[in-house]
């Protein structure tokens, strides 16, 4: 028979309390509504695939931590392209056991 495999993987912005507090439209609308467009060729700035600030890199053990509880090992985590841009993903597996 044929067996169905998925890699689920979840990108997110942490924004910083501060930063989250001077932009409205993140507060009313939970997303960027004003702002600035990207700066061209930043996939190769310091964003993508970058070491982990200290911050970041904590929140991101405590998801990780969090997901193993309830059976969800992460095998990765890492920085995106953006600034504040970041992914996590389990481990790949056979589809109904990912979904739930």
Not at 54 to 66: K, S, W
């Amino acid at each position: 028979g044929v067996q169905q495999n998925i890699g689920l993987e979840q990108e997110f912005f942490l924004v910083p309390r501060d930063a989250y507090a001077r932009r409205p439209d993140l507060q009313l609308a939970g997303r960027t509504v004003v702002g600035r467009f990207s700066p061209r060729g930043q996939e190769m700035s310091d964003h993508y695939m970058a070491a982990l600030n200290p911050a970041a890199l904590a929140c991101l053990r405590e998801i990780q931590h969090a997901c193993f509880q309830i059976g969800i090992p992460m095998k990765t985590r890492h920085r995106e392209v953006a600034p504040g841009q970041y992914e996590m993903a389990p481990y790949f597996g056979h589809a109904p056991g990912q979904i739930d």
